[in-house]
């Protein structure tokens, strides 16, 4: 009999690559890890991994057997949560992945709606920026993720459902001072100093890139991985910085200015294709869908 435990572990090798990574994400010794898919061969008598070097990778039927481990998992997940929800009331536990700026213009919002409605229904929110959320969703720690179709590092793919939310501006944002209004050009701003998110984060490879191609390098003095850190910093006229509409909190005395050209970022729900979804991720998905439009952002 297969075991669900090591079936993750498999599948988690297929996403993230290699044992080490696959032991940091379980929470494990890469030894303990080497051992729980040396009994999977075992149980299944076939050989699912071959080493190359001093790595591994997944033979021809550990990739058949990875692909398939998810479907099963997604279906002992749906099953749980139907036997949790024979009563007619959806319940079980959903964990939802959500970048910063769409925990409380989104998240928030729909896990309140479905606490009043649902209240056998538990959403578990996790702050996932773009470029760590399709992983775990792909690995089974998230169940939905609301992320944007737009971070072409990391590409969305054919196993996963995706639906449009929102399209959400990108902005300018400079301290109160500067209060003139309308659309600028970013070669305008070459030799300001500029507040960034983290190297490898959806916003820092998106302002490097546009700075790029406006023709100049950003003078980068601070690197926040929060946003209203960011915007304290662009407040109090230290930097500039481009940030999601979204993420612009009203409570600073701050200057929005939209780009030209126009930059937008459509923000999406992503959940994993296959075996028929749980009825609490259906229904996270929906209200989702029906939430009001936050200000500064429009419908797809």
């Keep these: 009999m297969l075991n669900p435990w090591r079936l993750r572990l498999l599948s988690q090798l297929e996403t993230l690559g290699t044992v080490r990574a696959v032991a940091e994400a379980a929470s494990l010794s890469a030894s303990t890890v080497s051992q729980q898919l040396s009994v999977l061969e075992a149980e299944t008598r076939t050989r699912l991994l071959e080493r190359t070097g001093r790595r591994v990778r997944l033979t021809s039927a550990g ?32 964990r939802v992945g959500t970048f910063q700026s769409g925990i409380h213009t989104l998240a928030v919002p729909a896990v309140l709606q ?15 920026e773009p470029h760590e959320s399709l992983r775990a969703l ?3 720690d998230a ?8 971070f072409v590092e990391v590409p969305l793919g054919p196993d996963l459902d995706v639906v449009p939310l929102a399209v959400d ?13 309308g659309p600028v050009d970013l070669a305008a701003f070459a030799d300001e100093p500029w507040a960034l998110d983290v190297p490898g ?11 790029r191609q406006a023709g100049f390098e950003p003078r980068v003095v601070c690197r926040f991985s929060n946003y209203l850190m960011t915007l304290q910093h662009v407040e109090a006229g230290l930097s500039v910085a481009l940030l999601p509409a979204l993420a612009v ?8 200015r939209e780009l030209v050209p126009e930059v937008t970022r459509t923000i999406t ?31 797809p």
């Design 63 to 94: 990739q058949l057997l990875a692909r398939r481990a998810r479907e099963i998992l997604d279906h002992m997940d749906t099953v749980e949560a139907e036997l949790l929800g024979l009563g007619g009331e959806p319940a079980g536990l959903v």
């Design 114 to 128: 479905l606490a009043r409605s649902h209240p056998h229904l538990q959403v578990e929110l996790l702050e996932l």
């Design 138 to 140: 792909r690995v089974g």
């Design 143 to 150: 169940d939905l993720v609301i992320t944007t179709a737009d």
């Design 169 to 181: 501006p990108v902005v300018l944002v400079l301290p109160q001072h500067r209060g003139a209004r």
């Design 201 to 211: 984060s959806y916003m820092a490879n998106l302002t490097t890139r546009l700075c």
């Design 249 to 256: 909190d009203e409570r600073y005395r701050l200057v929005r």
């Design 269 to 299: 729900a992503v959940v994993r294709r296959g075996a028929r979804r749980p009825a609490g991720v259906e229904l996270v998905l929906e209200t989702l869908r029906r939430l009001p439009t936050p200000p500064g952002i429009s419908r």
